[in-house]
Protein backbone atom coordinates (compact mmCIF):
# COMPACT_ATOMS: atom_id res chain seq x y z
CA UNK A 1 0.00 0.00 0.00
CA UNK A 2 1.41 3.42 -1.17
CA UNK A 3 0.56 5.00 2.26
CA UNK A 4 3.40 3.11 3.94
CA UNK A 5 6.66 4.48 2.92
CA UNK A 6 10.03 2.65 3.15
CA UNK A 7 13.29 3.67 2.12
CA UNK A 8 15.12 3.01 0.79
CA UNK A 9 13.99 0.11 -1.65
CA UNK A 10 16.93 -1.26 -2.45
CA UNK A 11 20.21 -1.48 -0.20
CA UNK A 12 23.82 -2.80 -1.02
CA UNK A 13 25.56 -2.87 2.06
CA UNK A 14 29.70 -4.80 1.98
CA UNK A 15 30.22 -6.80 4.89
CA UNK A 16 30.39 -5.36 7.94
CA UNK A 17 28.78 -1.95 7.47
CA UNK A 18 25.59 -0.96 8.54
CA UNK A 19 22.63 -1.12 7.20
CA UNK A 20 19.25 1.59 8.35
CA UNK A 21 15.98 0.74 7.38
CA UNK A 22 13.52 3.45 7.54
CA UNK A 23 9.51 2.90 7.88
CA UNK A 24 6.69 6.09 8.03
CA UNK A 25 3.68 4.45 8.60
CA UNK A 26 0.55 5.90 7.18
CA UNK A 27 -1.09 9.11 8.02
CA UNK A 28 -2.45 8.29 11.81
CA UNK A 29 -0.97 5.14 12.47
CA UNK A 30 0.67 4.43 15.26
CA UNK A 31 1.67 1.34 15.58
CA UNK A 32 4.44 -0.61 13.24
CA UNK A 33 5.48 -4.18 12.73
CA UNK A 34 8.65 -5.07 10.71
CA UNK A 35 9.49 -8.54 9.41
CA UNK A 36 12.02 -9.97 7.58
CA UNK A 37 11.39 -11.79 4.35
CA UNK A 38 14.18 -14.34 3.89
CA UNK A 39 15.17 -16.26 0.03
CA UNK A 40 12.13 -18.60 -0.81
CA UNK A 41 10.96 -18.23 2.64
CA UNK A 42 7.58 -16.54 4.73
CA UNK A 43 7.09 -13.72 6.15
CA UNK A 44 8.87 -13.60 9.92
CA UNK A 45 8.10 -11.20 12.66
CA UNK A 46 10.69 -9.22 14.28
CA UNK A 47 9.42 -6.53 16.10
CA UNK A 48 6.56 -4.57 17.07
CA UNK A 49 6.43 -0.74 17.84
CA UNK A 50 4.51 1.99 18.99
CA UNK A 51 5.53 5.56 19.50
CA UNK A 52 8.67 5.85 21.21
CA UNK A 53 7.98 2.37 22.61
CA UNK A 54 9.28 -1.13 21.59
CA UNK A 55 6.53 -3.74 22.57
CA UNK A 56 7.57 -6.55 21.15
CA UNK A 57 11.04 -7.79 19.92
CA UNK A 58 10.47 -11.28 20.21
CA UNK A 59 11.79 -12.29 16.43
CA UNK A 60 14.66 -9.80 16.82
CA UNK A 61 18.15 -11.65 16.53
CA UNK A 62 19.75 -11.17 19.99
CA UNK A 63 23.03 -9.07 18.29
CA UNK A 64 23.35 -6.27 15.83
CA UNK A 65 19.51 -5.55 15.25
CA UNK A 66 17.79 -3.06 16.59
CA UNK A 67 14.77 -0.88 16.24
CA UNK A 68 13.14 2.42 17.22
CA UNK A 69 9.89 4.14 16.14
CA UNK A 70 10.24 8.33 17.75
CA UNK A 71 8.24 10.55 18.21
CA UNK A 72 8.79 12.30 15.79
CA UNK A 73 9.79 10.82 12.68
CA UNK A 74 10.03 7.46 10.83
CA UNK A 75 10.25 4.28 12.48
CA UNK A 76 14.23 2.50 11.66
CA UNK A 77 15.46 -0.66 11.68
CA UNK A 78 19.25 -0.49 12.20
CA UNK A 79 21.28 -3.88 11.01
CA UNK A 80 25.25 -3.20 12.68
CA UNK A 81 28.03 -5.11 11.50
CA UNK A 82 26.24 -6.79 8.03
CA UNK A 83 26.53 -10.27 7.25
CA UNK A 84 25.80 -12.22 4.00
CA UNK A 85 22.93 -13.96 5.88
CA UNK A 86 21.41 -10.96 6.44
CA UNK A 87 20.01 -10.46 2.86
CA UNK A 88 16.51 -10.26 2.48
CA UNK A 89 13.57 -8.79 2.08
CA UNK A 90 12.44 -6.42 4.97
CA UNK A 91 9.11 -5.41 4.87
CA UNK A 92 7.21 -3.05 7.61
CA UNK A 93 3.69 -3.27 8.00
CA UNK A 94 1.32 -0.14 10.19
CA UNK A 95 -2.03 -0.27 11.07
CA UNK A 96 -4.42 2.00 12.91
CA UNK A 97 -5.56 0.06 16.48
CA UNK A 98 -3.66 -3.12 18.05
CA UNK A 99 -5.78 -5.72 16.91
CA UNK A 100 -4.23 -5.59 13.64
CA UNK A 101 -7.24 -6.33 11.26
CA UNK A 102 -6.13 -4.02 8.64
CA UNK A 103 -2.04 -4.11 8.51
CA UNK A 104 -1.22 -2.54 5.44
CA UNK A 105 2.49 -3.56 4.26
CA UNK A 106 5.07 -1.33 2.65
CA UNK A 107 7.05 -1.28 -0.49
CA UNK A 108 9.74 -3.24 1.40
CA UNK A 109 13.87 -2.86 1.18
CA UNK A 110 15.64 -5.44 -0.55
CA UNK A 111 18.96 -5.87 1.53
CA UNK A 112 21.79 -7.02 -0.46
CA UNK A 113 25.56 -7.77 1.34
CA UNK A 114 27.81 -8.33 -0.77
CA UNK B 1 5.59 -21.81 19.01
CA UNK B 2 3.08 -21.41 16.65
CA UNK B 3 2.99 -22.55 13.12
CA UNK B 4 0.88 -22.21 10.10
CA UNK B 5 1.34 -24.44 7.19
CA UNK B 6 0.55 -24.27 3.68
CA UNK B 7 1.17 -26.43 0.42
CA UNK B 8 3.77 -24.25 -1.74
CA UNK B 9 2.65 -25.56 -4.59
CA UNK B 10 2.78 -24.81 -7.35
CA UNK B 11 -1.38 -24.74 -8.16
CA UNK B 12 -2.23 -24.64 -11.63
CA UNK B 13 -5.49 -24.13 -12.50
CA UNK B 14 -7.34 -23.19 -15.70
CA UNK B 15 -8.39 -19.35 -15.95
CA UNK B 16 -12.52 -19.56 -15.36
CA UNK B 17 -11.78 -21.83 -12.95
CA UNK B 18 -12.33 -21.88 -8.62
CA UNK B 19 -8.74 -21.95 -6.79
CA UNK B 20 -8.61 -23.47 -3.33
CA UNK B 21 -5.97 -22.27 -1.47
CA UNK B 22 -5.66 -24.48 2.13
CA UNK B 23 -3.59 -23.53 5.23
CA UNK B 24 -4.01 -24.81 8.83
CA UNK B 25 -2.77 -23.45 12.34
CA UNK B 26 -1.16 -25.06 15.34
CA UNK B 27 -2.76 -22.33 18.13
CA UNK B 28 -6.26 -23.66 18.95
CA UNK B 29 -6.98 -20.50 20.78
CA UNK B 30 -6.15 -18.26 17.16
CA UNK B 31 -8.81 -15.98 16.51
CA UNK B 32 -7.85 -14.12 13.78
CA UNK B 33 -6.89 -15.09 10.24
CA UNK B 34 -5.93 -13.39 7.40
CA UNK B 35 -4.85 -14.18 3.51
CA UNK B 36 -2.86 -11.99 2.01
CA UNK B 37 -1.57 -11.78 -2.01
CA UNK B 38 2.10 -11.28 -2.73
CA UNK B 39 3.07 -10.80 -6.52
CA UNK B 40 6.89 -11.65 -6.83
CA UNK B 41 9.13 -8.96 -5.83
CA UNK B 42 6.27 -6.87 -4.25
CA UNK B 43 4.76 -6.11 -0.67
CA UNK B 44 2.07 -8.25 0.75
CA UNK B 45 -2.17 -6.74 -0.05
CA UNK B 46 -4.62 -8.19 2.31
CA UNK B 47 -7.31 -9.68 0.88
CA UNK B 48 -9.32 -10.86 3.73
CA UNK B 49 -9.75 -11.42 7.43
CA UNK B 50 -12.01 -13.69 9.39
CA UNK B 51 -12.76 -14.20 12.64
CA UNK B 52 -15.60 -16.59 13.07
CA UNK B 53 -16.44 -19.90 11.94
CA UNK B 54 -18.01 -20.24 8.50
CA UNK B 55 -17.35 -18.35 5.37
CA UNK B 56 -16.95 -14.96 4.57
CA UNK B 57 -17.33 -13.52 0.93
CA UNK B 58 -15.94 -10.56 -0.86
CA UNK B 59 -16.39 -10.70 -4.35
CA UNK B 60 -14.81 -13.53 -6.35
CA UNK B 61 -12.96 -14.37 -3.07
CA UNK B 62 -14.49 -16.75 -0.03
CA UNK B 63 -12.49 -17.73 2.92
CA UNK B 64 -13.40 -20.57 5.30
CA UNK B 65 -12.69 -21.18 8.96
CA UNK B 66 -12.95 -24.36 10.89
CA UNK B 67 -12.03 -23.51 14.03
CA UNK B 68 -12.88 -27.33 15.48
CA UNK B 69 -10.45 -28.58 12.37
CA UNK B 70 -7.81 -25.52 12.70
CA UNK B 71 -8.22 -24.94 8.84
CA UNK B 72 -8.50 -21.79 6.74
CA UNK B 73 -8.97 -21.86 3.31
CA UNK B 74 -9.81 -19.11 0.64
CA UNK B 75 -11.31 -19.86 -2.41
CA UNK B 76 -11.41 -17.94 -5.96
CA UNK B 77 -13.76 -17.95 -8.54
CA UNK B 78 -13.53 -17.25 -12.21
CA UNK B 79 -9.75 -17.35 -11.60
CA UNK B 80 -8.07 -15.07 -13.91
CA UNK B 81 -4.25 -14.57 -14.96
CA UNK B 82 -4.02 -11.64 -13.08
CA UNK B 83 -4.60 -13.76 -9.67
CA UNK B 84 -1.08 -15.50 -10.38
CA UNK B 85 0.62 -14.42 -7.41
CA UNK B 86 1.91 -16.36 -3.70
CA UNK B 87 -0.91 -16.42 -1.60
CA UNK B 88 -0.25 -16.05 2.62
CA UNK B 89 -2.00 -17.37 5.57
CA UNK B 90 -1.34 -15.67 8.35
CA UNK B 91 -2.78 -15.71 11.88
CA UNK B 92 -2.97 -13.16 14.07
CA UNK B 93 -1.47 -13.10 17.80
CA UNK B 94 -4.40 -14.28 20.17
CA UNK B 95 -2.52 -15.69 22.76
CA UNK B 96 -3.72 -13.23 25.60
CA UNK B 97 -2.16 -10.44 23.86
CA UNK B 98 -3.93 -7.71 22.68
CA UNK B 99 -2.09 -6.59 19.52
CA UNK B 100 -1.89 -8.08 16.22
CA UNK B 101 1.73 -9.47 15.56
CA UNK B 102 0.91 -12.28 12.26
CA UNK B 103 2.06 -15.86 11.79
CA UNK B 104 2.92 -16.46 8.35
CA UNK B 105 2.70 -19.56 6.70
CA UNK B 106 4.96 -20.42 3.54
CA UNK B 107 3.16 -19.18 0.92
CA UNK B 108 1.33 -20.94 -1.71
CA UNK B 109 1.96 -20.03 -5.61
CA UNK B 110 -1.10 -19.97 -7.55
CA UNK B 111 -1.00 -20.01 -11.48
CA UNK B 112 -3.31 -18.95 -13.75
CA UNK B 113 -3.12 -20.42 -16.94
CA UNK B 114 -5.34 -19.25 -20.03
Known amino acids: NAGVMQNPRHLVRRRGQEARLRCSPM?????VYWYRQLPEEGLKFMVYLQKENIIDESGMPKERFSAEFPKEGPSILRIQQVVRGDSAAYFC????????????FGQGTRLTVV | QKEVEQNSGPLSVPEGAIASLNCTYS??????FFWYRQYSGKSPELIMFIYSNGDKEDGRFTAQLNKASQYVSLLIRDSQPSDSATYLC??????????????FGQGTILTVHP
Open chain 1, 27 to 31: KGHSH
Open chain 2, 90 to 103: AEGDAGGTSYGKLT
Open chain 1, 93 to 104: ASSLDRLNTEAF
Open chain 2, 27 to 32: DRGSQS
